[in-house]
């Protein structure tokens, strides 16, 4: 007899989850844990870099989460989890071999396509580069696909700076120009100070064939635009991604709802033309 898991109408159904288990895990910073998760089922998460999963604890929750490495590096997929609340201080506490439900993957993601040919401009604000990280991979999985490629990273303060090895190793990449700033410098740190906007003085932007992607907290968001435009990028070469408050990820709930645009499903990834627009309720 087929119990109620086993029910294929169960099992089809986008709002059960199916289960992940924890394959690699570390603490990046102080407050950020990383998982690597293989999919038990043997089918694996077929994603786009900047979709997003939810994440359920069985019994405590579920949380949205950006994936964070890029489907050209294998079957398995990455996350960068923020200790917030209830869910994510719980998955804290997971290690290698413990089992996460997963639903998704949700939204709609960036489109390497898109920008192929082009320069990408990377400017990645705290937990902002998690989302981002998978399109810099696939970038450099695919690097000959796209022209020059300038990545700033910024953080409050060395302590609070994601992937750090990975940066270094980026740095000393001869095909792209990596910066990375502090707000506020310790004793420990050599390089730039101040806000991810002051990068700007040290790159060269080509505007016409540019495109800027530009993920991290609002008021980041706002300035970086103000640069990136004010060096005559065109509206429609700025891509974000815009984080609301999701629940089922499927456009059904309303959570995440921006006027008549349901932005799990389609976002969280907009040219800014359309944030624009979306603003002003055009
Ligand atoms: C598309 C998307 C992608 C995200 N990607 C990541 C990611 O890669 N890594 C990561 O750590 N977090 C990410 N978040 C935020 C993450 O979903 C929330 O931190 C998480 O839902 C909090 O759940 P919790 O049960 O731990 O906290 P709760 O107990 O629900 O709340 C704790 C605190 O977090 C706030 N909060 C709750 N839900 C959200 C939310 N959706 N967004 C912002 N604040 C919230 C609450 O107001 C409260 O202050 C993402 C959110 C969205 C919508
Ligand atoms: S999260 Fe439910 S409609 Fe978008």
Known sequence: MTTLSESPVLQESPYVPRFGTIVESRMLTAQEKFFRIVMEDGRPLDYKPGQFVEVSIFGIGEAPISICSSPTQGGFFELTVRKAGMVTAKMHELNTGDTVGIRGPFGNGFDPAAIKGQNVLFVAGGLGLAPARGLIRWVFDRRADYKDVTLLVGARTPADL???DEIKEWQSRPDCQTLVTVDRADETWTGNKGVITRLFRKIKIDPANTFAVIVGPPI????????????????NHVICSLE??????????????????????????FTYDFVKKLREGI
């Open 244 to 269: 609301r408050r999701m629940k089922c990820g499927l456009g059904k709930c309303g959570h995440c709802q921006i006027r008549n645009v349901y932005v799990c499903q389609e976002g969280p990834v």
């Open 220 to 235: 980041m968001f706002k300035f970086a635009v103000l640069e990136v435009l004010s060096e005559g990028v065109p509206e």
């Open 162 to 164: 994601l992937f750090r």
